[in-house]
């Protein structure tokens, strides 16, 4: 006969498991936030959110391959491909362990790209090429050295750990709360656009070694992504809920557009190649179009390979490069906040509170510390792909996202797996940077939805700030000496300022925006900021509590001290400190049983 206590007991779980329905159907999530999935499921999906991810990762070393000289040889840019999904995955473990605890990925931030390009653009970083005439009529880079790319990489390392001080330091201060009072719409939207605008290049001279085969690669993306998005393939699936196994649809076009683009194209390569429709000239820009035209990188790449810190040198540090680093480590910052609020509302979670969002801000400092001690060329950031996946599976487990780490740095010890994709042809590449840059442009733009671009200020602000952002380098890149304080140093802290895109353009936008009057809705900061901090759906629907941000393990403990209310990455429970406080002084006050 069932008592008293265990009729209570079931009600409870009942209840508790009709509140859970109701999350799950409020979200439209198959497993919610603080839900852990059975490990063969959490490994399939985390495998997903890295082939999600990869597309992005994939085009890294290709892009800093011609700054840092080392574009000609395939193997060191599969090892520094395995090196940036290596760092990936232990970034990602830490910031949703430890950091801001939301189901998001760590990768590769683009915005340190142009900043990197404008460091080695300096001249005593400009690529060696051999003498015309010397069998080589068009001047191809001389790499045969390896101190010649890995000098190059340790100026890059040596500015990002310095840089990446400054945003450990504003994350876990608590200064990125008063630094957003000055950053809006309007500072955000040229500062991001001009990230994209300004690599257009790099897209364009891959692409122009075969524009049919990267045209069709472009063509690819915009079918699977555009046009097939809502096209799902029949899969066959089991669930216990549907009696066995049946004929699910998978949303396949809508998750890995990029991959699949990249493999048809890969194929369509492979058939011309072996038709023998490609030159074998290797002299001839269409050359790279072959699948062959690399294939050596997968026999000289080793099976296993563990980067490691230092694995390229002892990183080098001056003034100049951290300088023009602090223009992407900013950016980086504004894009990873609005990341968090996103990724919080996809999930179902309630929005992350300041200290999730300082520590999240402070872990993504640590992140970049690793990626540069590790040597991946850039820093780490959120990456919003996954977000949007998060969405599109309607998986917002945090313990798949975990899962997913995992695979990413199984997969950046085996070398082979990285080497097979470097052999990628040229012009799929190119195709896959233009989309890829095109969308980080129009993810700048998309912030002049908050602001009133029916102003003219608005207007001023945002157009100046573009051009002069492009105007300015482009001037700086044609006169390379037009700076000349007298100071080596100070010279090359302003040029490599002064030809960074996004820095220039973030610094006109923010002057301009903070000091030209104009009311907070039509500069759009307050639209902005609810749409930062607002969710979807009604809070008691979340998916877990706002203690899910607290601190991991027995960390959280710190929380009912009062130095915790001096820290401004830890959770204060005032509250609960008081009445843990009563009750010790209770227990001193009152006499124990062998005392009555």
């Known amino acids: ?101 939301l189901p998001i990925i760590q990768g590769g931030d683009y915005s340190y790209i142009a900043p990197v390009f404008a460091i080695l653009s300096l001249p005593k970083w400009q690529c060696p090429t051999v003498a015309e005439g010397a069998g080589n009529s068009t001047g191809s880079l001389l790499i045969d050295n390896n101190d010649i790319w890995k000098t190059r990489m340790r100026e890059i390392q040596g500015a990002i750990i310095v840089g990446s001080l400054f945003q450990i330091f504003i994350g876990f201060t608590g200064l990125i ?83 699949l683009a990249i493999a048809v194209s890969w194929i369509i390569c492979a058939v011309v190649t072996a038709a023998g429709g490609f030159p074998s000239d290797p002299n001839n820009p269409q050359y790279s179009a072959r699948t062959d035209a690399r294939i050596n990188v997968v026999k000289e790449a080793k099976w296993f390979r563990i980067p490691y810190p230092g694995q390229w040198g002892t990183p080098t540090i001056s003034i100049a490069g951290v300088f023009g680093i602090l223009a992407g480590v900013f950016t980086s910052i504004v894009e990873s906040v609005g990341d968090y609020y996103a990724c919080a509302r996809i999930a179902g979670a309630l929005p992350p509170p300041k200290h999730a969002v300082n520590r999240g801000i402070g872990m993504e400092g640590i992140g970049g510390l690793l990626a540069g001690a590790f040597g991946t060329g850039l820093g780490t950031t959120s990456y919003s ?122 610094i006109i936008a923010l002057i301009l925006d903070n000091t030209i009057p104009g009311t907070e809705d039509e500069r759009g900061l307050k639209t902005w900021r609810q749409h930062l901090s607002s969710t979807d759906g009604d809070n008691q629907f ?16 710190v929380s009912h001290c009062k130095v915790a209310k001096y820290l401004p990455f830890v959770p204060y429970y005032e509250e609960k400190c008081e009445d843990e406080s009563h009750e010790m002084m209770n227990d001193r006050l009152s006499p124990k049983p062998d005392e009555v």
């Open 1 to 101: 006969m069932e008592t008293t206590e265990d009729i209570t007991e079931i009600s409870e779980r009942n209840m508790k498991e009709q509140s859970e329905k109701k999350k799950k159907k409020a979200f439209g999530l198959f497993y919610l936030i603080n839900e852990n999935p059975p490990w063969y499921t959490c490994l399939l999906l985390g495998f997903q959110h890295y082939l999600t991810m990869f597309g992005g990762a994939l085009s890294i070393p290709f892009v800093l391959s011609v700054p840092m000289c080392f574009a000609n040889d395939s193997l060191v840019i599969s090892e520094v491909l395995s090196t940036i999904l290596f760092v990936s995955g232990i970034v990602t473990l830490i910031q949703t362990t430890c950091g801001v605890r």
């Open 177 to 259: 709360g008063f630094l957003l009072r000055f950053i809006g719409p309007l500072a955000t939207a040229p500062t991001i656009t001009l990230v994209g605008l300004a690599l257009f290049r790099v897209g364009a001279d891959r692409s122009g070694n075969h524009w049919g085969i990267s045209i069709t690669t472009i063509v690819l993306i915009a079918l699977f992504s555009q046009y097939m998005t809502n096209v799902k393939i029949p899969v066959p699936a089991y669930a216990k809920d549907r009696r066995g196994c049946y004929i699910g649809r998978y949303p396949l076009f809508q998750l890995f557009p990029v991959i």
């Open 385 to 506: 792909q996954n977000i949007a996946a998060i969405g599109i599976t309607k998986v917002g487990s945090l313990r798949v996202i975990q899962w997913g780490a995992l695979v990413l740095m199984i997969v950046g010890v085996i070398g082979k797996f990285g080497a097979l994709f470097v052999s990628i042809p040229d012009p799929i590449i190119g195709g896959v940077l233009l989309v890829l840059f095109g969308m980080v442009a129009a993810v700048g733009i998309s912030n002049l939805q908050f602001a009133d671009m029916s102003s003219a200020r608005n207007l001023f602000v945002v157009g100046f700030s573009i051009v002069f952002g492009l105007a300015l380098p482009y001037y700086m890149e044609t006169h390379p000496n037009a700076i000349e304080t007298g100071v080596a140093e100070i010279d090359q802290i302003i040029t490599v300022l002064l030809t960074t895109s996004m820095a220039v353009g973030c």
């Open 542 to 557: 979340q998916t877990a509590p706002i203690e899910f941000y607290d601190l991991p393990f027995g960390l959280k403990h």
